[in-house]
């Protein structure tokens, strides 16, 4: 304990004799902790988006007219035991265009049916993995028992439809993010790495003298090593302090506001996920500073 609190006296030293840089380096941990935690909201919120639109994936399978409704319940009872399916369910032809006629603003255009119904039955198939969905629709259709009962037979895959088009570009932009923010973040890492490794550089020339002298008297590497590495510690925790309040301030009085004004858009997160972030925020923060310093050391403190 006693060491302890000699590190943390000489680490507020050296944090004063070298103020401006020691603000250097707090001011860009903060900078980056602050748009990191500001990515990982937006991350959490894309996510949340992402879900809901992924939610939305289902899969299509038209029947004919004149399917045995044994079959249907054959194949029905098959998806159901597939990985990755949540629901299946069978819409009759009259379902079907009772669901059409309730989703039209006018009855004008069923009134120009004259009593025809030219809907086809259908599977429904609702999945609990949206990303396994062109694998279970590729099997659908090349299942004996579906193509026996779909309303095309010479082509099973025509009968099948989930959205091709517009679920790839959807995955592929959400993959796209993703990519995107561990690029961004690991700069920004790399850029507070620098300032740290620099700031505790100027700490150990400052102090070479002092350090000669500890030597001299037989001081262990590691009693010369704490002041250092806790200044980078007291860099990390204030930055991120700093950085966990500013998106505290963004939660409370910004997000509300942008809450209102996109109220299609998810944006609220649970108090859980906030933790998280503050979690994680803070772990950076301490592993930057932890690296930062010990490469630093490495390289100007030779003991």
């Known amino acids: 304990m006693s060491s302890l609190i000699y590190f943390f006296k000489e680490s507020l030293t050296g944090f004063t004799r070298n103020l401006s840089t020691s603000l250097g380096s707090i001011i860009t941990i903060f900078l980056s902790l602050l748009i990191i935690g500001i990515f990982l909201m937006g991350g959490a919120i894309i996510n949340n988006t992402v879900s809901s639109v992924e939610d939305k994936v289902s899969i299509t399978a038209y029947v004919a007219d004149d399917a045995e409704q044994s079959a249907i319940d054959a194949v029905v009872s098959d ?9 299946v369910s069978f819409t009759t032809k009259d379902q079907a265009l009772e669901n059409f006629q309730n989703s039209m603003s006018s009855t004008d255009i069923v009134d120009q049916l004259d009593g025809t119904n030219p809907l086809p039955a259908s599977i429904e198939i609702e999945l609990s993995d949206p990303q396994q969905v062109e694998t279970i ?15 095309n037979p010479e082509d099973p895959s025509d009968s099948v439809k989930y959205g091709e088009d517009s679920v790839d570009r959807l995955f592929s932009l959400t993959s796209y993010i993703r990519y995107i923010g561990i690029a961004l973040i690991a700069l920004l890492i790399f850029i507070a790495l620098v300032f740290i490794n620099n700031t505790i550089r100027l700490a150990i020339l400052a102090r070479r003298k002092e350090i000669a002298i500890m030597r001299l008297v037989g001081a262990s590497n590691g009693f010369i090593r704490g002041p250092f590495l806790m200044e980078g510690v007291v860099h990390a925790v204030i930055g991120s302090a700093l950085a966990i309040g500013s998106i505290e301030l963004i939660h409370r009085f910004a997000l509300p506001q942008v809450a209102n004004a996109l109220m299609w858009l998810p944006i609220n997160l649970s108090a859980s996920t ?4 503050y979690l994680v925020m803070l772990v950076f923060g301490l ?12 390289r100007y403190l030779k003991v």
């Open 79 to 87: 998806l159901e035991r597939v990985n990755g399916v949540a629901n």
């Open 137 to 151: 629709a590729s099997d659908l259709a090349a299942d004996k028992d579906f193509i026996a009962i779909c309303d």
């Open 274 to 277: 906030y933790v998280q972030i």
């Open 287 to 298: 592993i930057i500073a932890a690296v930062g310093s010990f490469f630093a050391m490495r």
